[in-house]
């Protein structure tokens, strides 16, 4: 079983400001890794898959790095809409999610 | 556009059933795998079951194995989940969630709004 661990649970940035989101996991999952965003009474959105590719329509302030272990997700400044919680899933075997971080507004 | 909604949720006591559909639209159902995924209240997202694009392979969480059951009717383009013995834990939102491929493990590019089932007596 593949465990998945993001950093940090929470995470408090200025709008406008970068955010760095971090997700490991427990033995290499390759680049089978998504994230999601999710904000409060709404279904999860795919942003990044395959670690790096932006999903249909996500803007490019959004970016997703690494590969095998140690996984990033990257925002370039952030918008008043993008304070959410935001979650890793690797995809390698069994699907495995992290348990999240929320970004919150400083 | 891809749409998907899910339905049957509610309270139902400990030890009963429950099924969940996901009816689909926007898209060529028969062609894909299908996922649900549930969330506790302020919780987390938890994968709990795939099916295949023509239902040949199923795959189960463990917390669910030998209780829950995934199906799919590619005539009617809904997806199921049939949900025995419900336990307090079970209390959740479930959401069906697409696959961009037909069969093996993938991550999930399309999800319903989600249902919300709450097991109590």
């Known amino acids: 079983e593949i465990v998945v661990t993001q950093s940090p649970a929470t995470l408090s940035v200025s709008p406008g400001e970068r955010a760095t989101l971090s997700c490991r996991a427990s033995q290499s999952v390759s680049t089978n890794l998504a994230w999601y965003q999710q904000k409060p009474g709404q279904p999860p959105r795919l942003l990044i898959y395959g670690a790096s590719t932006r999903a249909t329509g996500i803007p490019a302030r959004f970016s997703g790095s690494g590969s095998g272990t140690e996984f990033t997700l990257s925002i370039s400044s952030l918008q008043s809409e993008d304070f959410a919680v935001y979650y890793c899933?690797?995809?390698?075997?069994?699907?495995?999610f992290g348990q999240g971080t929320k970004v919150e507004i400083k | 556009q891809v749409h998907l909604v899910e339905s049957g949720g509610g309270v139902v006591q400990p030890g009963r059933s429950l099924r969940l559909s996901c009816a689909a639209s926007g898209f060529t159902f028969s062609n894909y795998a299908m996922h649900w995924v549930r969330q506790a209240p302020g919780k987390g997202l938890e994968w709990v079951a795939f099916?295949?694009?023509?239902?040949?392979?199923?795959y189960y969480a463990d917390s669910v194995k030998g209780r829950f059951t995934i199906s799919r009717d590619n005539s009617k383009k809904t997806l199921y989940l049939q949900m025995n013995s419900l336990r307090a834990e079970d209390t959740a939102v479930y959401y069906c969630a697409t696959s961009p491929y037909s069969s093996g493990w993938s991550y999930f590019d399309y999800w319903g709004p989600g249902m919300l089932v709450t097991v109590s007596s």
């Open positions: 099916i295949s694009y023509d239902g040949s392979k199923k």
């Open positions: 899933h690797q995809y390698s075997g069994w699907p495995a």
